[in-house]
């Protein structure tokens, strides 16, 4: 108990100077105001920035972060792993650069370059704690710094007389890996190391408690000899107990160190200092000068390493936390359960001791609380310390290991959960969120929309990520690290290009709709700036609440199908503000009203829209746009041809004119058929004088489309569509008369891969995995020799292919039907 108490001190003392030495104050509302078209990029989203195996250049880096930049992006996460990615690491074969081995020259000079150009652009980075992404070792961890796991062997004797037999020693453990199910002639790694710890006799018969275990450790030689002179009449079950290395290693590699690379002690203090020394020494010699400007933390990803459960030392330091030695009751615990110490470890925490017996489940409780101490102050708490004495951070998703993430979460400067591209409810984390609230963490950042492929198949947009998105904002999440942006190293003749295998949301430079997807973006940018200010309120009835001193800040999301609804806050004497993050307006609202202790406002949202509802404490000196009551709306479609100009990521641009609106991939035309890229649709519309009034608006209603949409009327920007309805006012941007309208339709990568797959490969295929689909086995010679590919009518290059030939199409472009919709509008 002493321990914790001195650990919560000592990470209050560390937040609060923490928030003092960066002058913390939350924005005012004038300042949120002004910059919510626009937030600057401390609000933006994050990347985790995939660097695969030795495929690196600096032709590539300059260009990601540049792309970056442009897109809104506020930094992005180095994570050194494997060429390609399945469960674990299944490199690419005949890589075109084999000299870029990990924390070579080639790679030092990369990560030189990265800093410079980083700190030119303005943006921040971070590098993941270990190669690979989980979770804490590499090359400079021997077996012996390695984690370890109790194990013990069973022998059964008779007593009444001298015993002299020899123990076997506890079969060592092997670490069956991530991937061993699909990879070819998979071998675990098995311990060469072995420690005694004790022998430990337990009586047989079934009323045997602990106080009848015996400790005979004193009779065993070194070569398990017993020699037990007089042992109590009966049968006995004699245990030898040691323990050895589990050899978990970290993953998925970088090419060059598979099978090279160890999971460090958890437990040890010693052996994680030795990691951090490892692992930030170098880094310090050779980028040292962006420290905590450019270069300003560490990032430790969700625990993937398996069971530890012993360290040297850890009998007494349980004697130390707990008052009484465990080995008496590890072996009451076998020898009721007749269970034998696991010896086969996986990538995956097990649950370690279990049982339904009141005393036992007392210890075990206790065993855990002690592998918890551990490797919260020997293996997180070092870390930490190691961080700050060079002025980094540790951003950490402190859960799915034998430790509390509550504490965790405490403990981290910046703590991280997760969730994925697929998820219809994002689940919250009630450790981190606890923690975050009562240790005022400002900021819970999130792995935001990792992708499993089935999912994540290069048919993503922001239409449909967006319900996932806004439900991470509404569990308490304010910074999202999009998961992924890999690096492209290549020409980009080559796209998509590299991939993290078969993982992700593929953001990135080469994704169809990045330029416009910045819209995007900025929606992020918007919501985190409200939502990082201030104090988080947990609220049972609202999705998120915000405090600040000056204001009261609600994110509301319409997950319905109702379009009007009455929404409660818990707000006496305020009046309501209505923040759009997609739009990035502010507007006033009558439709409220005070009743008893609360605010009720109508709110019309579509489904997945979302609003923020913001109190002033008193009205401010911004801009704030008058409410639009709408008296009467005429729709007319907008009938005739339209000239449309297609640009293919990779072919040239072709024109065609649709005499009405269609699907591409319902067309014969291949060109159609197999598109991606963006088409614009041209069209002229005219407009009445008298329908340009001032009590007249006019708003363009686009209807279906896929997948994300710029428009333009007269030459002037009018913004994106990237979520429906595809609806906006076009009203300041007209003139009476003739008015081009100009629609820029972006579909994604989908019916392009699925059209090359009509084609043969021009190079080896690696694993099928079904509905995975199937990854590319090695780099082909006309890719490395820069030559013509063979295959002429294939298009894309990527590293994993999610389709075949048979593939269904996706819906693609402006489907309609096109309308404007004329308002007489009361102000």
């Known amino acids: 108990m002493k321990s914790i108490c001195k650990l919560v001190l000592v990470l209050l003392a560390c937040s609060v100077n923490l928030l003092r030495a960066q002058g913390y104050q939350p924005e005012t509302l004038q300042s949120l105001a002004e910059k919510f078209s626009a937030p600057d990029g401390a609000y933006h989203p994050h990347v985790w920035w995939h660097w695969m195996g030795g495929n690196f250049s600096k032709e590539g880096i300059t260009k990601d972060l540049e792309a970056m930049k442009e897109s809104g992006i506020g930094g992005a996460t180095i994570f050194n792993i494997t060429s390609s990615v399945q469960e674990s690491h299944f490199p690419i074969e005949n890589n075109p650069w084999p000299g870029q081995t990990f924390r070579s020259e080639a790679y030092w000079d990369a990560m030189k370059h990265t800093m410079k150009e980083a700190k030119r652009l303005g943006l921040k980075i971070g590098l993941h704690g270990t190669p690979g992404y989980s979770v804490t070792g590499g090359p400079w961890i021997t077996e012996e710094q390695g984690m370890k796991a109790l194990i ?72 398990g000899r017993l020699r037990w ?49 490892q692992l930030l020494e170098p880094l310090e010699q050779q980028i040292g000068e962006y420290f905590g400007d450019t270069f300003v933390y560490v990032w430790v990803d969700s625990y993937e390493a398996g069971a530890q459960n012993w360290t040297a030392g850890f009998r007494e ?20 359960n007749k269970k034998e110490l696991e010896h086969r470890f996986s990538a995956w925490h097990s649950p370690g001791f279990e049982s339904d017996m009141p005393d036992l489940k007392i210890f075990i409780k206790d065993y855990g609380d002690v592998v918890n101490r551990l490797f919260i102050d020997n293996g997180w708490l070092t870390a930490k310390e190691m961080l700050h004495k060079r002025n980094l951070k540790l951003y950490w998703e402190p859960y799915g290991g034998p430790f509390s993430n509550y504490e965790g979460a405490m403990l981290a400067d910046i703590p991280v959960g997760e969730f994925w591209s697929s998820e219809k409810t994002v689940h919250k984390n009630p450790g981190i969120l606890k923690a975050a609230v009562e240790f005022n963490k400002r900021i819970v950042a999130a792995e935001a929309l990792t992708g499993r492929p089935v999912f994540s198949r290069y048919n993503e947009d922001p239409a449909f990520l967006k319900h996932t998105v806004d439900g991470g904002y509404a ?58 200010q201030g104090d988080y309120i947990p609220a049972t009835d609202q999705a998120t609440h915000r405090r600040t001193p000056e204001a009261e800040v609600f994110f509301v999301i319409n997950n319905g199908d109702d379009v009007r609804k009455t929404y409660s806050f818990p707000v006496t004497g305020r009046v309501p503000e209505l923040w759009d993050a997609y739009r990035g307006t502010i507007r006033n609202t009558s439709r409220w009203r005070q009743q008893g202790d609360s605010v009720y406002v109508d709110l019309d949202l579509g489904k997945d829209e979302s609003m923020f509802v913001v109190f002033p404490q008193v009205k401010g000196r911004y801009d704030v746009l008058p409410e639009v009551q709408t008296l009467k709306a005429v729709s007319s479609p907008v009938a005739g041809a339209w000239k449309v100009t297609f640009h293919p990521k990779l072919a040239s641009p072709f024109k065609r004119t649709f005499s009405s609106l269609v699907d591409w991939s319902l067309q014969k035309d291949e060109a159609l058929k197999y598109f991606s890229g963006t088409a614009t649709y041209e069209k002229t519309i005219r407009i009445d004088a008298g329908d340009l009034n001032a009590d007249k608006r006019i708003l363009l209603d686009l209807g279906e489309l896929h997948d994300i949409a710029e428009l333009e009327v007269n030459g002037q920007n009018v913004g994106v569509l990237w979520s429906p309805p595809y609806r906006t006012e076009i009203t300041p941007y ?5 008015n081009r309208l100009t629609v820029s339709v972006t579909n994604n990568w989908a ?66 039907p096109v309308q404007l919709i004329k308002e007489t509008v009361g102000r």
């Open 317 to 336: 330091a349980f004697i130390r936390i707990k008052g009484y030695d465990p080995m008496p009751w590890i072996a009451l615990y076998q020898y009721r």
């Open 475 to 532: 569990n308490g999440y304010n910074l999202y690290f999009l998961h992924h942006w890999v690096h492209q190293p290549f020409d980009d003749k080559y796209q998509p290009g590299m991939g993290m295998g078969w993982w992700g949301t593929h953001f990135g430079r080469y994704q169809t709709w990045y330029k416009p997807g910045k819209a995007f973006f900025t929606y992020m940018a918007r919501c985190q700036m409200l939502l990082q």
């Open 734 to 738: 007209l003139k009476p008369g003739k």
């Open 152 to 223: 013990s062997s069973k022998t059964i004797a008779e007593g009444g007389k001298t015993l002299d037999i020899v123990l076997p020693r506890p079969e060592l453990p092997e670490f069956t890996g991530y991937d061993s199910r699909y990879t070819e002639n998979y071998q675990p790694r098995k311990a060469s190391l072995y420690w005694d710890i004790t022998v430990m006799a337990v009586p047989d018969r079934p009323e045997a408690s602990v106080d009848d275990v015996i400790e005979i450790s004193r009779y065993m030689d070194a070569e």
């Open 229 to 277: 002179p007089s042992p109590p009449e009966g049968k006995w079950l004699i245990y030898r107990y040691g323990y050895a290395p589990t050899m978990a290693h970290p993953h998925p590699l970088p090419d060059d160190i598979i099978g090279k690379a160890l999971e460090v002690d958890k437990m040890s203090r010693a052996d994680n200092i030795h990691h951090w020394q």
């Open 751 to 816: 019916n392009r891969l699925i059209g090359d797959e009509q084609y043969p490969a021009d190079f080896e295929w690696g694993q099928d995995r079904s509905d995975e689909g199937r990854a590319m086995k090695a780099f082909p010679d006309w890719f490395l020799q820069n030559k013509p590919r063979p295959s002429e009518g294939r298009k894309t290059f990527n590293v994993w292919y999610y389709y075949k030939k048979d593939s269904p199409l996706y819906p693609a472009g402006l489907l309609g």
